[in-house]
């Protein structure tokens, strides 16, 4: 069955410090997405990313980036200069097909990374 | 484009009632999912509805269920409510066979006592 895990539970950073989220994920199709959202304590939750299994390439947009290695199974997160706003939980997200059946892609997140940015 | 949209914001129930709550899907989705997601956890899948039928469905016990509407909106109804019940509950649409481009709704806050 599916599985993400996020082993951080709890990460707290000084304004402008580096941090990296860790997510390792299993699957047993070839053909997958994942995903990183982060929840602010509003509650909902903002689309960071979403990679295919097929595209290993790392991607940054700004401050963020992510690495992708399918021989690991991780998919880590990395925040360059840290800011306040930054705090936040953070969630890990797998796309599979649904084990019951049916032909729709079902999300399995991990039990999420809350970051906490200090001034 | 509109999002999607999640109502009531917050509800308060008492333990054995029952509740529904209500998700308009983004224009141009025609999939909804609910996921449950308790105090501290990430979001569980609890079923998912294509033409107006459930598709794929987690490890939930059949006192929630669900309905999809011909414009693609979506109600979860649980019964018999329970304490383990209070969570936050996140709507989202996206378009079938696709595995991405899910939009999340803010969620219904249910506290059950």
């Known amino acids: 069955a599916q599985k993400v895990t996020q082993a951080q539970t709890e990460i707290s950073v000084v304004e402008k410090e580096d941090v990296t989220l860790d997510c390792v994920y299993e699957?047993?199709?070839?053909?997958?997405?994942l995903f990183w959202y982060k929840q602010p304590p509003s509650g909902e939750l903002v689309f960071l990313i979403r990679r295919n299994s097929f595209d290993e390439q790392n991607e940054i947009s700004g401050r963020y980036s992510w690495n992708f290695q399918k021989s690991t199974s991780s998919f880590n997160f990395t925040i360059t200069a840290s800011q306040v706003v930054d705090s936040a939980v953070y969630f890990c997200?797998?796309?599979?097909?649904?084990?019951?059946?049916?032909?729709?892609?079902?999300?399995?997140f991990g039990k999420g990374t809350l970051l906490t940015v200090n001034p | 484009e509109t999002g999607v949209t999640q109502s009531p914001t917050h509800l308060i129930k008492t333990r054995g009632q029952q509740v529904t709550l209500r998700c308009s899907s983004q224009?141009?989705?025609?999939?909804v999912s609910w996921y449950q997601q308790a105090l501290g956890q990430g979001p569980q899948f609890i079923f998912q509805?294509?033409?107006?039928?459930?598709?794929g469905r987690g490890n939930f016990p059949p006192r929630f269920s669900g309905l999809q509407f011909p414009n693609y909106s979506s109600e979860l109804n649980v019964n018999a409510l329970e304490l383990d019940d209070s969570a936050l509950y996140l709507c989202?649409?996206?378009?079938?066979?696709?595995?991405?481009?899910?939009?999340f709704g803010s969620g219904t806050r249910l506290t059950v006592v």
């Open positions: 989202a649409s996206s378009l079938t066979g696709t595995g991405y481009g899910y939009t």
């Open positions: 997200a797998l796309s599979e097909l649904p084990d019951s059946g049916g032909s729709n892609y079902k999300l399995t």
């Open positions: 509805y294509y033409r107006e039928e459930e598709n």
């Open positions: 224009s141009g989705h025609n999939t």
């Open positions: 699957t047993r199709d070839t053909t997958y997405y």
